[in-house]
């Protein structure tokens, strides 16, 4: 295996106010390195062709009027595995033929020091096969995009062991990668641990939150200039902050408030930062895990964990519709396209809901926990061809709609 070996100057430190359109200064004092590879002989060990239909389950209490729709497991990216750790699958995009996973240690050992690591993955479609891999022993990584407005930069948000939450760029424009130039910048935000991060327009959206082992540190919502980072032209501080996500219409931030109110602060985004908070009473935001957001032709769909699945109406504030599994596992993750709802469940699996009224279609068993779901980006009212599934210690999974 041919490893290149980053140094990289890291960008740090922005500093969280109250107000628009600051500026922060840039420390470049902390050194680290990357370990890379793109090695595609030492790459193909990790990629396993997989060519056959999934069954799905019995374990579906609210049948759809949708028809049955199959689906086959073209292949599986196998873990990051260091040492005597396994990586775990936790974010994945696609884009223009490529998808790209993001990975975290997440193996709760004694010491903490011990509990860290990440890597950048990426996945060529024409072959299929991985084309590239990035590791990184400080940093879990929690959620990245990558945007058709800024198809060579990858963003992904996470968690440093030294500095809390993190957002990295990632030059993602020739191939292979990771041979120049690993992750280009890094730099510190407020909150322990980055949970969100959204391209939107010339903005780049970033949430975190506030862990319960560190909470006199703040988390909340960044809205900084992604062509100039250390300008943050909104922010909005609240603990229990989790995903955001916006169309050219809407923009949705989900967040905790007590065990039996979230909220969710709907943004005009064709009047930037001017926003109205809904509450959505009855259902916990909880502490760990994901909460995906996903906005969609004027409602926004939120994985609630114990809560299933919300549909709520971003005009009212009204949840109009409701899925639960009653059964194993959190609602994880959530994305929607013209007729579906792909839902990661956690170690419940994954459920693909029809979009009208959040009724289950199919319902299929994974291994470990299914943490994240990403699709083909499409025009609406297009259905995707394709679903890929962020599973947790078992890797990503690559289904396609028979």
């Not at 396994?86 to 193996?107: E, M, P």
């Not at 540190?217 to 229990?240: C, D, E, M, R, W």
Request: hydrophobic content about 40%; overall charge negative.
């Amino acid at each position: 295996m041919r490893k290149n070996v980053l140094l990289l100057v890291v960008s740090l430190a922005l500093v969280f106010t109250g107000c628009n359109k600051t500026k922060t200064d840039i420390d470049t004092s902390t050194d680290r390195t990357f370990e890379m590879n793109n090695d595609l002989a030492s790459l193909s060990e990790r990629f396993m062709v997989v060519n056959e239909p999934i069954e799905w389950t019995n374990y579906i209490y609210k049948s759809s009027q949708l028809n049955p729709v199959s689906f086959n497991e073209d292949w599986r990216l196998l873990p990051y595995i260091s040492g005597t750790d396994t990586l775990s699958a936790s974010c994945v995009d696609a884009l223009s033929g490529f998808v790209y996973v993001g990975s975290h240690l997440n193996n709760y050992k004694v010491t903490p020091a011990e509990a860290w690591g990440g890597e950048i993955a990426i996945v060529d479609l024409s072959g299929p096969s991985l084309v590239g891999s990035a590791y990184d022993p400080l940093v879990d990584y929690n959620d990245m995009e990558i945007s058709s407005s800024d198809p060579n930069n990858l963003w992904i948000t996470g968690e440093n062991d030294k500095r809390g939450s993190v957002i990295l760029r990632v030059d993602v424009s020739a191939l292979p990668p990771f041979v120049s130039a690993g992750p280009t910048l890094e730099m510190s935000i407020f909150g322990t641990s980055g949970n969100s991060i959204t391209v939107a327009g010339s903005d780049l959206w970033v949430s975190s939150a506030t862990h319960p082992t560190a909470p006199t540190i703040g988390g909340g919502l960044l809205a900084i200039n992604k062509n100039f980072p250390a300008q943050t032209n909104y922010s909005f501080a609240v603990a229990q902050a989790k995903q955001f996500d916006a169309d050219g219409t809407h923009g949705v931030l989900l967040y905790g408030n007590s065990p039996t109110q979230s909220y969710i602060r709907v943004f005009d985004m064709n009047n930037l930062y001017s926003f109205v908070d809904y509450p959505l009473s009855g259902y916990d935001v909880t502490d760990l895990g994901k909460n995906a957001v996903d906005v969609s032709q004027g409602y926004v769909y939120l994985a609630m964990g114990d809560d299933g699945v919300i549909k709520v109406d971003l005009a009212t504030g009204n949840v109009t519709h409701q899925f639960l599994n009653y059964g194993k596992g959190n609602a994880n993750g959530v994305k929607v396209d013209g007729t579906y709802v792909y839902v990661a469940y956690g170690q419940g699996g994954f459920y693909l809901l029809d979009k009208t009224d959040l009724s289950a279609v199919g319902h299929w068993d994974t291994v470990y926990s299914c943490n994240y779901v990403a699709i083909d980006p499409v025009e609406l009212p297009a259905t995707s061809n394709h679903v890929y599934l962020a599973n947790g210690r078992a890797g990503l999974i690559c289904l396609s709609r028979i």
